[in-house]
Structures are given as C-alpha cells and as structure tokens.
C-alpha cells in the first residue's frame, strides 16, 4: 500500500503568499497512513529517532483515536511535536528505518506525529501539570529547540528554569530562521506557552557574555548548573570580490528581517531588498527557506550550488517544493565575484561551471573548476546560505570554556558537560548548524546530566 497523499497549498499559490504550504491529514488520511505501520516488536524507527520518541506505540493510538494517549506518549520523549512534524528530517532518520520502507514507501512518522501536536494545540489538551519543586536552580541560554528541550525536561523534575533569550521574542531559530510558510509562528509560540505551565520562566532580550556573565548566573544569582542552547548564529561568507556591496546578505539577515521582523508584510516597517532577481548561495535547508522567501517577495529567484543536485544536503521535500514553486537551480556551480555598478549595488553574480572528482573529507565528491567556463548571472541581491558558526561571544567572557577550532563549544559527548564545572552544551553550539531533532536529543543527553550533576552536589 502506498503512502497516504496529504494535502498541500498549490505551488502557484503558494509562491505568493507565506501560508503554510502542507495541510496536514484530514482525520480519515490520518486513520488510513497509521493503519500502515506494522507495529514491527523491534522497533527499527525508534532506533533512528535521536530522542528515541516511542512511535509504534503512539501510531497505534492513533489508529484507535485515542488522541489524548498519543499525545501523551510522544510527550515522555519530546516537548516540540508540532514543530518536528514540520521541520524534522524524518526521511533520513525514523523512516529510513521504517520496514514498510525496504520494499516501498515508509510510513509518514513525520506527518503523523504532526497530526497529534496539532491535535493537542486545537484542543487545547494540558499534558502535565508542574513538577513539585525541588528548590534548584538551573539557566539554560537560547530559547531554540536545544534550550526548550533541556529546559522542558528539567522542569519536568521539579527544577526552577530561567531560559534566557538574546533576542526580544523567544523561539531561536524557530522563528528568526524558518519562515511561517514552513513552520508558522504561532505553532512554536503554543509550544513555549506549555512549557511556561510547567513553570519555565522566559527572560528576552538578555545577552549572556555582556548582559549578564555566565559567573555572574551561577555566583550572584543562585543557579547551580548552566545549560548553553545558544545555537549557531554567526554567518559564514565565501570571501570573495564583491561580498560588501549593497544587496549581499547572509541568509540570517535576509531570513531575520523577514521571518522575525515581518519585513514581508506591509504592515510592518522592516525594509528588506529583493529587486527583481536573486542568486542564493548554499544547498541546505536554510537556502531553500532563503530562496522560497525570495520568490514569494516577487522576485525571479536562483539557487547557486557547487555540487550536483544528488549532493544537495537540504530535504528532498525541500528541494521538491522550491522547484516546484518555480526556484531555478544552478548545479554544478560556484561563485567567484559578485559584481556592483557604479553605486556599489549588486548587479550580477559571476560563477564558474564545476564538475565532480574524488570525495573530500565530507564523503561528498569535491568539486572542481571547469577552466574557462565562467558566466553572469544578472541579479540584484545575493544570499549568502553556506552555513553558520557558534558565535564566541559566551567563550569569550566564560573562564574555564574551551572551544575548537571552529568556535563550537568542546563538551562530553556523553554528557554534554563543557570544560567547565556546572555548565553543559548542546545543539548548534556544539556541533555547528544542524537539525532541530540532533538539538534535542542533545539537549535531553545534558539534562538528564545536568540533573545526576546536582544531585551528586546534595550527598
């Protein structure tokens, strides 16, 4: 049996407006795709989860519409259903294993598990009631996915949480990086109020390193432990002529002003620049959002990728959805200047044709020039999408963190214990710009250490 289709926005539609684009099942789809899973005693799904979230079991509850136990049983593993049915890459995690997907076409875990945290917000269905407190205190920094997490499992222990969140609207990535066409504010905004009723509390616009010091958290006001959530938000840039013209942005300019400071609508005065045509640097989800912003803003719209489209490291949805939106794509191609008038605006982008050789330390082919193939693409804006870094601002100020090479904090796997006593790490911090659900699992692995770390203090 194939897949259950699920509805979405029509690509010519949907290019010029930023509703979400999928609709999710109706509750019969929904009944027919859970009705696929084989209820396998090995669990392969599970293993391919990183917050292990028990789907066999909240699948077959959503085969007897017994929404609420569904809902409570992907709680025990994740505090962000809604959103990791959106944004998850399911397709090379849980369903990869999925056995119906040896032979054919594995079951929708994504959708599904978005069906139940849709159902839980429409219904406004409580799933826990505060923890009896037990007189700790704990700071997690960054109020994205990481932090929430970390945040949502301590609470959920009784610990007192003050979540501390550089910018005036909490949510991190969540909404300064993923437009509302793909995961709408307002399903991330219900998944914060959940966690304020287990007694989260939520400080905005507090920058830890200038602010307030981590030292200053832990040795004038009372927290015990430090969980750094603060993601990966310095941009990277390619280094080439013509990256200071007016009209260059790094993907989390161009993606902020919009999603976060609702530059595309009218009714707010955030400027952003499109011009007619733009080229997006990058491949990864974060181009796509970029690109498919771009689009819906008017503009003629291309993506700009040195490898081939085999190669590309966004979803295969994603891809699938910007080509149909009418995004065109460059493969095979790498810009070598960006070129300005006599204004210094962006006029064009000049690039170079690639072709594949041996595979570089990534396990992806290296590309390599073509010599004598370069060409012009007229543009008026270009977005920078090749990835972001920790920013070390909290390195910085925090005696006794060390980072790596690439500003990323140094932890314990294990643990997620950094090289300094009571303060942990995970997400994006850590491994540079990844997945919402690898922030997640990470956050889950340094609050359970977090906890074992203040009870061993109390002995």
Known sequence: M???????QAPD???????????????????????RCLQCKTRPCVDGCPVAIKIPEFILHLRNKEYDLA?????????????????????????????????GEAVAIGKLERFVGDWTRDNKYKLADPAKPNQHKVAVIGSGPAGLTCAGDLAKLG????????????????????PEFRLPNTVVEYEIENLKTLGVKFETNVIIGRTVTIDQLMNEEGFEAVFIGSGAGLPMFMNIPGEDLNGVYSANEFLTRSNLMGAYDDSFDTPIRVGKRVAVVGGGNVAMDAARTAKRLGAMT?????????????????????????????????????????????????CIRMELGEPDDSGRRRPVPVKGSEYEIGVDTVVIAIGTSPNPLISQTTPGIEINKWKALIIDETTGKTTREGVYAGGDAVSGSATVILA????????KAIDEYIRNKKK
């Open 13 to 35: 539609e949907r290019n010029k407006n930023f509703n979400e684009v999928c609709l999710g099942y109706t509750e019969e789809q929904m009944i027919e795709e859970a009705s």
């Open 440 to 447: 997640m699992g990470a956050a889950r692995t340094a609050a």
């Open 71 to 103: 809902s409570r049983k992907i709680a025990e593993d994740s505090a962000l259903p809604a959103v990791c049915g959106r944004v998850c890459p399911q397709e090379t995690q849980c369903e990869e294993l999925c056995v119906l997907g040896k032979k």
């Open 159 to 178: 610990y007192d949480i003050t979540v501390f969140e550089a910018l005036h609207k909490t949510g991190g990535v969540l909404v300064y990086g993923i």
């Open 302 to 350: 291309y993506i700009v990728y040195r490898r081939s489209e085999k190669e590309l490291p966004a979803r295969v949805e994603e891809v699938h959805h910007a080509q149909e939106e009418g995004i065109e794509f460059h493969m095979l191609t790498n810009p070598t200047e960006i070129l300005g008038d006599d204004k210094g605006w962006v006029r064009a982008i000049r």
């Open 2 to 8: 194939k897949r259950t289709p699920i509805g979405e």
